[in-house]
């Protein structure tokens, strides 16, 4: 009988643990561009980099401002191709992370 007991309270402990570390997220935030702007700015940049579409990101040149945070703006909007080439930006070559 204590065999038993205790084969059982193995089994429990060992099947908990396995239940708690393939726990799935409950919640997936994102921190892309999820809407563009076609309309031009005239903010000081000091960088811009490319986010490729995933859903929900969309297809974007995020431009990244010199006091802090970054404009999602139309690859297709013809300004933007002349901001790009025409000022002295860093380009950054990131991924797209989602934060779990």
């Known amino acids: 009988p204590h065999l038993i007991f205790v084969l059982s309270l193995w089994r429990i402990t060992f099947f908990c643990s396995l239940r708690m ?3 799935w997220p409950t919640k997936v935030t994102t921190t892309c561009c999820t809407h563009v702007s076609r309309s031009p700015f ?4 000091k960088g811009y980099r490319i986010q490729n ?4 990101c969309v297809h974007a040149i995020v431009f990244y401002r010199e006091k802090g945070g970054m404009i999602c703006t139309d690859p297709k909007a013809s300004w933007v191709s002349r901001k790009t080439r025409g000022q ?4 950054t070559k990131t ?3 989602l934060s779990l």
């Open 21 to 23: 570390a393939f726990r």
């Open 53 to 56: 579409a995933l859903s929900p």
């Open 88 to 91: 002295q930006l860093t380009y």
């Open 42 to 45: 005239t903010f000081p940049l």
């Open 95 to 97: 991924l797209v992370f």
